[in-house]
């Protein structure tokens, strides 16, 4: 990795143009430096190859990486625009540690009052996940699912160490199951929250350049 110049770049990576939209749409303002909202394609394997490539290009090689959008709660007592932050995102090939996850949370429950912010881990999928297999991925430990963050996170620390997240704003539940987003309230709910939520990213990536204590 080549030494850090400026300040520390951060690339927010998410799947879906709708993910996008209310990423584009929200408040961009605050960060502690370059600021890239990567729309990577769907599917892990999209994912992956997006970040790597972005990854290559010097000016973003030492980029702190967080991935979002939307996912699917696996727990009971779920609901659409109930925040996810991952303490460790899953893959069969890697589980990646997630970096400042309590000051994601404290950070959210600002910029998101009201809504309810869990923890624990996030488990990749290839396809999306519905009906009894929700409680096959539960029974894992893992409390939500998605197709990209685990392919996104671990493609961003084969480039290299670095400090990464995924928050994920949950769409549907066990008891909430979506056939489209943005057809449903559900939908409507999970993409106003996701267009709050960059204060909160924001205010995570300043505090990765503080001294530690």
């Not at 010097?58 to 625009?81: S, Y």
């Amino acid at each position: 990795m080549n030494p850090q110049t400026g300040p520390t770049p951060l690339l927010i990576a998410c799947a879906l143009g709708i993910e996008h939209l209310a990423l584009r749409t929200g408040d961009r303002g605050g960060a502690g430096g370059p600021v890239t909202v990567l729309r990577t394609g769907m599917g892990p394997k999209a994912a992956e190859r997006s970040v790597a490539r972005v990854l290559a290009d010097p000016e973003l090689d030492t980029a702190a990486v967080l991935a979002t959008g939307f996912c699917a709660g696996l727990a009971p007592g779920m609901h659409p625009g109930d925040l996810v932050v991952a303490e460790e995102t899953r893959d069969p090939r890697c589980t990646v540690a997630c970096v400042a996850t309590g000051r994601l949370v404290e950070e959210l429950a600002r910029a998101v009052p009201g809504r309810t912010v869990h923890t624990g881990p996030l488990t990749g999928s290839d396809h999306v996940v519905r009906g009894p297999e929700r409680a096959d991925l539960l029974a894992t430990g893992a409390i939500a699912v998605d197709m990209e963050s685990a392919a996104t996170l671990l493609s961003a620390v084969r480039g290299g160490p670095r400090p990464v997240a995924a928050v994920r704003v949950v769409v549907d539940a066990p008891e909430h199951e979506l056939v489209r987003i943005g057809t449903v309230r559900g939908g409507i709910s999970a993409f106003r929250v996701l267009r709050s939520v960059l204060p909160a990213f924001f205010e995570w990536h300043r505090s990765l350049l503080l001294p530690r204590r």
